[in-house]
């Protein structure tokens, strides 16, 4: 779908669309309901933060190397370095001369006739230019005897096979892995600037919720939703605050409101329906909130809204644990990557139906399933129960297939459109 509102077919990997009929529908389109939460936010502003504590942040500059490395010509093997003229004929004697060991180079220069000693990562002595590997080589009191032909520059890692200093070695926008912390810290940085993590306060509604660790009378119901909400905003580079649960009073909800003062976005869980009990929208406008929009055409997940106060960007997702996260999925993740100035790798990718599809009713129904990565593209299963109450299917589920809204049945082997999920 467009951000105008106007539908548009999701492409198969071969380029066809599965056929869908035109039919307007009341609700916000998914696409521009996204357009809107993401329209306006800017990327946070940097801040410095050690190595260390650098892992799974986002970069926000490139990265220029602050030393050459390799930094010297060193011996990527232990044997011994010669001039390679020296050995052109073989077997031959050579004067051992000295040794150059990681950290403690050779101090001279070899001379004709003559070799050193070397072991892995130590400098090339100045005057050789070859390595000969140990295996190849016979000690006799102090002298070498080559007994194997080597070619000359065997085995020497040169100068700067890696990168140059002012090199650019990492680009601004990239999540930070070991790797890239490694790469880091070997191009001679201990500090890098990382974007600021979002703060997201969560905030579960309703008089039914209980805390996990407490056990549920009658009528009550475990409050999951915010454990799940913040691990799933850890993982995409927030920060979680948990405000706790909010009962279903007026009171309570704007004292629990004002809790989330200073978070970048506040996302609430239940009360977003037009119920008798659903106080939250009303809490939210009268704690000076500007509601943008309600209900999508989606499902599960229908009754989602969005609003804004005093630069917060507030997320209103259902109640229902699983609707709650495929909403995140769909709408706070890419939030959160936009707040971070990551480049966007959350789009749908391609996948081919193991299983046919029943036809879509007008809402893009947000489906779970199962990929097959062995083949390409990759195979997609959905799972044979799609009850937006169960959370043991969303736990075995690793992607969503997008189906349209609208979209006639689809047989096994047809091109879809499908969301990883990877918290």
Same mark, same amino acid.
């Given at each position: 779908m467009t951000s105008s509102g106007k539908t548009t077919s999701h492409p198969t990997p071969s380029g066809k669309a599965p056929p869908r009929a035109a039919q307007k529908s009341p609700l916000m389109p998914v696409a521009e309901a996204l357009s809107r939460v993401l329209d306006g936010a800017?990327? +946070?502003?940097?801040?410095q933060v050690p190595l260390l504590q650098a892992a799974g942040r986002t970069l926000a500059h490139d990265l220029a190397a602050a030393l050459t490395h390799p930094p010297?010509?060193?011996s990527s093997m232990d044997g011994y370095a010669v001039r390679a003229s020296d050995i052109a004929s073989v077997p031959c004697d050579l004067k051992l001369t000295g040794e150059s060991a990681a950290g403690w180079p050779f101090a001279g220069s070899l001379k004709r006739g003559e070799a050193v000693r070397i072991f892995t990562g130590a400098p090339l002595p100045d005057g050789a230019d070859t390595i000969v590997i140990q295996e190849d080589v016979s000690a006799i009191e102090n002298k070498v005897r080559i007994n194997v032909a080597t070619v000359k520059g065997a085995n020497i890692r040169p100068r700067a096979q890696d990168f140059h200093e002012g090199d650019a070695v990492l680009a601004a926008g990239t999540r930070l892995t070991a790797r890239h912390i490694l790469l880091a810290a070997s191009s001679g940085h201990a500090m890098l600037a990382c974007i600021r993590r979002p703060l997201v306060a969560i905030l579960a509604t309703g008089d039914e919720l209980v805390e996990p660790c407490d056990r549920p009378t009658a009528g009550q119901i475990v409050s999951s939703n915010s454990y799940g909400l913040a691990a799933l905003i850890e993982a995409a580079g927030g920060i979680a605050k948990l405000i706790g649960i909010a009962r279903d009073d007026p009171d309570d909800l704007a004292q629990k409101i004002a809790e989330s003062a200073g978070a970048d976005i506040l996302v609430t869980t239940g009360g977003a329906s037009v119920g008798d009990h659903d106080l939250v929208r009303p809490a939210l406008e009268a704690a000076g909130a500007t509601l943008d929009f309600y209900k999508i055409a989606m499902r599960p997940g229908k009754p989602m809204f969005f609003g804004k106060r005093d630069g917060m960007r507030i997320l209103g997702l259902p109640g229902n644990p699983v609707s709650a996260m495929i909403g995140a999925r769909v709408f706070l993740i890419p939030l959160i990557a936009k707040l971070l100035g990551r480049?966007?790798? +959350? #789009?749908p990718i391609p996948a081919i139906l193991s299983a046919a599809l029943d036809p879509n009713g007008p809402r893009d #129904?947000?489906?779970?399933g199962r990929l097959d990565t062995s083949v390409n593209p990759p195979g997609v299963t959905p799972l044979p129960n799609q009850d937006s109450a169960l959370?043991?299917?969303l736990a075995d589920a690793d992607c969503l297939i997008i189906n349209p809204? #609208?979209?006639?049945a689809l047989p096994a082997g047809t091109g879809v459109s499908v969301l990883k999920l990877d918290f």
């Open positions: 800017a990327r +946070l502003q940097p801040e010297f010509d060193a480049p966007d790798t +959350l #789009h #129904h947000y489906m779970r959370v043991a299917a809204a #609208h979209t006639p």
